[in-house]
């Protein structure tokens, strides 16, 4: 890279993380456990991106053995999220609020009420136990719920007690504590802006800092990992790899209450509510393919009000403390991509998570480890390995 930059070399790392979501930090935490020397490379501040962006809704993994490969992702991710809780709080103090909060799925459409009811089937192979509940049971949750109406007639509630959430930008915050406890190096607003290789090794990350233009840095590691979320397709092209991984923009609103409101999450379709233990209430979302423009927009904002009012009256009158959007990693198949960034073998990739970053993240972090290490994975990658169907 021709330069008149300051060059520094950042070495001897058993590990380099390029990017600093909450699935790279999972990674990092999961692999300095094992004792690895461990960097974390992140174009802004780490945890600030779709990570921090969405609302932590953890739904219930099956309780029974599966085949599937995103419900053995689910399942292994559901069972260790409480031990990540419990492993966070007391490592280093902060509750990141994972509770078993229950969650409450309404359908008022016909289109709805086909889905929810086909859900229903797909709960009980599962095993997961749900149940349908009458107006008077949704009251007994909350007063603050509304009747929904379908067409002319009552809308129909379902009761799914193990779904869970967190609050992420908690998680986010604990998870960067822990990553200073275990000696993990943290290059904030630090952009890897190529990863140069010779044969089937790359060798080396060649990144610029945003905070010192005149600063250059090449971190050198036996493994590197790739966690850069809707940003992958553009650093993998200059090595020739392509993927399916675009970005989808998800918008958000913040709404603070004197009170919690409602103890569980509240879904329908792709709408939900997210209440915190402070009375806070998280709303959204869209699926919006707008390329990499995160920002929000007043009708979206509009929209996600007047869904919210519909399901909880109580809202209208409640304060909106913030909206924003970010930008999540969709693949062209639902499924991330976890393994090795072939032809490289000490590369490796965790990306393409899209809505659920942050609820398959605690698996992702085993998995990875567990394949870095060489050693048999919990489940089986090959379903989420990089070169899959069409992409080459």
Same mark, same amino acid.
């Given at each position: 890279? @021709?330069?008149?930059?300051?060059?520094?070399?950042?070495?001897?790392?058993?590990?380099?993380?390029?990017?600093?979501?909450?699935?790279?930090?999972?990674?990092?935490?999961?692999?300095?456990?094992? *004792?690895?020397?461990?960097?974390?490379?992140?174009?802004?501040?780490?945890?600030?991106?779709?990570?921090?962006?969405?609302?932590?809704?953890?739904? $219930?993994?099956?309780?029974?053995?599966?085949?599937?490969?995103?419900?053995?992702?689910?399942?292994?991710?559901?069972?260790?999220?409480?031990?990540?809780?419990?492993?966070?709080?007391?490592?280093?103090?902060?509750?990141?609020?994972?509770?078993?909060?229950?969650?409450?799925?309404?359908?008022?459409?016909?289109?709805?009420?086909?889905?929810?009811?086909?859900?229903?089937?797909?709960?009980?192979?599962?095993?997961? /136990?749900?149940?349908?509940?009458?107006?008077?049971?949704?009251?007994?949750?909350?007063?603050?719920?509304?009747?929904?109406?379908?067409?002319?007639?009552? *809308?129909?509630?379902?009761?799914?007690?193990?779904?869970?959430?967190?609050?992420?930008?908690?998680?986010?915050?604990?998870?960067?504590?822990?990553?200073?406890?275990?000696?993990?190096?943290?290059?904030?607003?630090?952009?890897?802006?190529?990863?140069?290789?010779? /044969?089937?090794?790359?060798?080396?990350?060649?990144? #610029?800092?945003?905070?010192?233009?005149?600063?250059?840095?090449?971190?050198?590691?036996?493994?590197?990992?790739?966690?850069?979320? #809707?940003?992958?397709?553009?650093?993998?092209?200059?090595?020739?790899?392509?993927?399916?991984?675009? =970005?989808?923009?998800?918008?958000? @609103?913040?709404?603070?209450?004197?009170?919690?409101?409602?103890?569980?999450?509240?879904?329908?379709?792709?709408?939900?509510?997210?209440?915190?233990?402070? *009375?806070?209430?998280?709303?959204?979302?869209?699926?919006?393919?707008?390329?990499?423009?995160?920002?929000?927009?007043?009708?979206?904002?509009?929209?996600?009000?007047?869904? $919210?009012?519909?399901?909880?009256?109580?809202? #209208?009158? $409640?304060?909106?403390?913030? @909206?924003?959007?970010?930008?999540?990693?969709?693949?062209?198949?639902?499924?991330?991509?976890?393994?090795?960034?072939? =032809?490289?073998?000490?590369?490796?990739? #965790?990306?393409?998570?899209?809505?659920?970053?942050?609820?398959?993240?605690?698996?992702?972090?085993?998995?990875?480890?567990?394949?870095?290490?060489?050693?048999?994975?919990?489940?089986?990658?090959?379903?989420?390995?990089?070169?899959?169907?069409?992409?080459?």
């Amino acid at each position: 890279m @021709q330069s008149d930059a300051e060059v520094s070399l950042a070495s001897h790392y058993d590990l380099a993380v390029l990017g600093g979501g909450v699935v790279g930090l999972s990674i990092a935490v999961q692999c300095a456990k094992l *004792g690895w020397r461990v960097c974390v490379v992140e174009r802004g501040q780490v945890g600030k991106e779709a990570s921090w962006a969405g609302a932590g809704i953890l739904p $219930a993994g099956a309780t029974v053995s599966v085949d599937d490969p995103i419900e053995q992702l689910r399942q292994l991710s559901d069972r260790l999220h409480e031990e990540w809780a419990a492993w966070l709080l007391d490592f280093t103090q902060i509750d990141n609020e994972y509770r078993r909060s229950g969650g409450l799925y309404l359908a008022r459409s016909p289109a709805e009420r086909a889905t929810l009811r086909g859900n229903c089937i797909w709960w009980e192979e599962l095993g997961i /136990g749900y149940r349908k509940l009458s107006m008077h049971e949704v009251c007994n949750l909350s007063a603050t719920i509304a009747p929904i109406e379908s067409y002319g007639s009552a *809308g129909e509630y379902y009761w799914i007690q193990r779904d869970a959430k967190l609050r992420n930008p908690r998680h986010l915050a604990a998870l960067k504590v822990a990553c200073r406890k275990l000696n993990i190096d943290l290059f904030e607003h630090t952009e890897v802006l190529e990863l140069n290789a010779s /044969g089937s090794t790359i060798e080396r990350a060649e990144c #610029a800092s945003d905070l010192h233009e005149d600063h250059r840095m090449q971190i050198v590691a036996q493994r590197y990992c790739l966690t850069t979320g #809707a940003w992958t397709a553009q650093l993998l092209k200059p090595l020739g790899i392509e993927t399916g991984i675009y =970005p989808v923009r998800g918008q958000m @609103q913040l709404y603070r209450f004197d009170q919690i409101p409602f103890p569980c999450v509240i879904n329908e379709g792709h709408r939900y509510m997210v209440p915190r233990e402070d *009375g806070r209430v998280l709303v959204g979302s869209c699926e919006e393919e707008v390329g990499f423009v995160k920002a929000t927009t007043q009708e979206m904002m509009e929209q996600l009000k007047a869904w $919210a009012v519909s399901v909880c009256p109580k809202l #209208a009158q $409640a304060t909106l403390e913030s @909206q924003w959007s970010g930008l999540r990693p969709g693949s062209i198949d639902a499924f991330p991509y976890l393994g090795t960034l072939y =032809p490289y073998t000490n590369g490796f990739i #965790a990306a393409g998570h899209f809505r659920h970053g942050l609820h398959w993240s605690t698996a992702t972090a085993l998995l990875m480890g567990q394949h870095m290490q060489g050693e048999s994975t919990a489940i089986d990658l090959e379903p989420f390995r990089l070169h899959r169907g069409n992409v080459q």
